[in-house]
């Protein structure tokens, strides 16, 4: 489905506008139901034990104590769910996450779990529960989990891409490389080099909603799971495919959202759930407290990132070179891969090479986080390439836009790039009053670019017309950023009707075909994709009762602003008929009218970012305070341009958390220490400026309105961009994310 | 005939060779022949692989047609979050 040039220049009616959101009045009031909001009869409190050990053997679980306490109604532990993972290791391993088998490896892995009629017996159960450990050295650091004498985590894990295969295991699951040219002759010619080494901390995702769900289990194998996710359809999967149901016989239901951002593509505590119901033959309730959520489910990865970056005296890059080293958990990962490609994303690089080493940790299974592995990559260039841009002499904004990427230009992950964004962003920059704005003592700017992929993937569209001419939207994809009001405005602009005659539903499983998560910012994306083709087909039919109605062939009727009109010199004179009317007509034309679609909404358009932070450092202290934030990114088509800005805003709120405070705080026993909001500092709104966005619209090809994803990209600069602002205010180059107050005195006095 | 160029660790698995020309009409039949003449790509197949044609992402849509003379590339194929 490509895009019509017309639409550069057409006039949408709906697209582009900005009505107040479906789903608003139910948030405000308190009638919205998320994960914890659904109830039913007899259901029981389910809770999970957790492991206190970062790394232990289990001897022996003795649950005897804790099912005979009345009140128990089932108690699970691994030998509960047998592995029918069939060979697909991801899948064996998230298994193991839900439930560990033969080893804990984390603080906060689950190793039993209970069902009880409320949550005081569960507790008390969970007490009674005897586990023997026996306690192996463990590591949580990257750095020191890479290194050749570290701890073992995984004795199976041999790394791959390298050749030949290693004789022995290690904590390095993979290395991957990207790049072209020659590095070595071109940073060789360089007439000014900078390298350096950068490290992030470990992040959560922070969505203010834990994970919450309510399994039911019926006797005849059928279920239900009400839960709050980004992906109803692939927790179907994952859930049956784990407890070994049919997955047809498995409803899911998703419920509002609060917050996601990569957390809730996984399963975690879902198939425990339903095996606590099997077993207890009663729904389960089980919800995710604070502490649980932090140590069990969603860190990024922590990361450490050598960037050596050459160019010669006109301001041209030479060549460029990354290795970076991503924690992923007790697990294999593929997160210093996605890093290795989006590093360099933004420039014009004849010689480029980058590698990635994926690296096991005790910690939590490392989980997506918004563009995940993308802004601490970003991060290490972004900053490396402000310290070039210096001493060459250039002005940040001109140097990188001397090596911008643009069309035709050879992406740094390999392919060809179509028409991008990242010129315009910086152009944008360049003449943003922002960039002009006077600063004071202990003050400074920085500005940094970001990349990333977008993507599409299955999507199915249910579009049905009811006889009153208004119609219902049922999409798979779950509303976690505003899709809702994004898809009733494309079905309203295809039809040709008001956007308050469309309400757009979010399916459950049984109802609709299946669709990817909701993640890689292919909600409005994929599911407006879906919706064109959807109401494409439905018109189809409105032209064909049309007919019906005239008595006239269809090829004679035509679509214009929401009616039926005839052409023609013999029908031309018919009065148009309006799709109320032929709705109205529908019982006695044929039935139902609706329209339907299925696709892979292949063809994301790339998407970048450039991004201002104005910050003021307090010498003496360290603290920190984001003076101002703009945020300039391409959309492709802004479909509701309010929820365009609120991503933007949202990515950068976020990404200045995780610039200046955000960490996972492990102790030398390796039990994370601040598990809790008090402790784990988010930014909330006294700490963040009003933060200003400009949407700029460069067509992606592949979308018929141009529309490029926007979820993501926008947490990708502010890492760099808040550093470079706080290294330009203290005139020191900061190396280490977060710049928490104790780490920019460190840096002050070293 | 067409050129397909392989992302570097893709390229050590297919006996060095970042560059190979392959007869093959679309996706489907580019991973055909890749995994009959490079068994050792098949575990980062089974991870997943996307092909980029002409600057374009595609992971799921294998009856994509390989225009002749067009870059095709191989990317791991990623998600987001």
Known sequence: MNFDPSHSKRSFSSVGTRPIRPDGVDKVTGRARYGADFNMPGQLVGRILRSPHAHAIIRKIDTSRAAQLPGVKAVLTAADLPDLTNGDAAMYDILDNCMARKKVLYDGHAVAAVAAIDARTAKQALKLIEVEYELLPHVTDVDQAFAPDAPLINDTIFTTGVDPKPDRPSNVSMRSQFGHGDVDAGMARADFVVERTFKTEQTHQGYIEPHACVASVSSDGTADLWVCTQGHFVYRQHCAQLLGMDASKLRVTSSEIGGGFGGKTHVWAEPVALALSRKAGRPVKLVMTRDEVFRASGPTSATSIDVKIG?????????????????????????????????????????????????????????????????????????????????????????????????????????????????????????????????????????????????????????????????????????????????????????????????????????????????????????????????????????????????????????ENGHAVAKGETHGNLPKLSLKEIAAASGTTGGPIAGHSEIVADGAGVSFATHICDIEVDPETGATKVLRYTVVQDAGKAVHPTYVEGQYQGGAAQGIGWALNEEYIYGKDGRLQNAGFLDYRIPVCSDLPMIDTQILEIPNPNHPYGVRGVGETSIVPPLAAVANAVSNAVGVRMLHIPMSPPRILAALEA | MVEVTLWGSLAAAAEGNSKIEIEAKNIRELFERLRERFPRLEPLMARGIAVAIDGTIYRDTWSKELPAGAEIYLLPRLAGG
């Open chain 1, 311 to 559: 160019a010669l005296t006109d301001g041209t890059i030479i060549a460029a070179d990354a290795t970076l080293r991503y924690s992923c958990g007790p697990y294999a990962g593929a997160w210093a891969e996605v890093g290795a490609m989006t590093a360099f994303a933004c420039y014009k690089l004849e010689n480029v090479r980058t590698v990635g080493y994926e690296v096991l940790v005790n910690r939590p299974k490392t989980a997506a986080y918004r563009a995940p592995s993308a802004p601490m990559a970003a991060f290490a260039v972004e900053s490396a390439i402000d310290e070039l841009a210096k001493k060459v002499g250039m002005d940040p904004v001109d140097f990188r836009i001397r090596n911008a990427a643009q069309e035709g230009t050879k992406a740094s992950y390999g392919p060809v790039y179509g028409p991008i964004g990242i010129g315009p962003t910086l152009e944008a920059v360049k003449n943003h009053p922002h960039m002009k704005a006077p600063l004071g003592k202990n003050q400074g700017r920085g500005m940094a670019c970001g990349f990333w992929f977008n993507f599409g993937g299955q999507t199915c569209t249910d579009l049905n017309i009811g006889m009153d001419g208004t119609v219902s939207l049922a999409v798979g994809t779950v509303d976690v950023g505003g899709s809702r009001a994004s898809l009733s405005l494309v079905a309203a602009e295809e039809l040709g009707i008001d956007y308050s005659q469309v309400r757009t539903v979010i399916a459950d499983t049984s109802s609709l075909g299946y669709n990817d998560m909701t993640d890689g910012s292919r909600g409005t994306f994929s599911s407006s994709m879906a919706t064109i083709s959807a109401a494409r087909n439905a018109i189809k039919i409105l032209r064909e009762r049309a007919a019906q109605m005239w008595d006239i062939p269809v090829e004679d009727v035509t679509w």
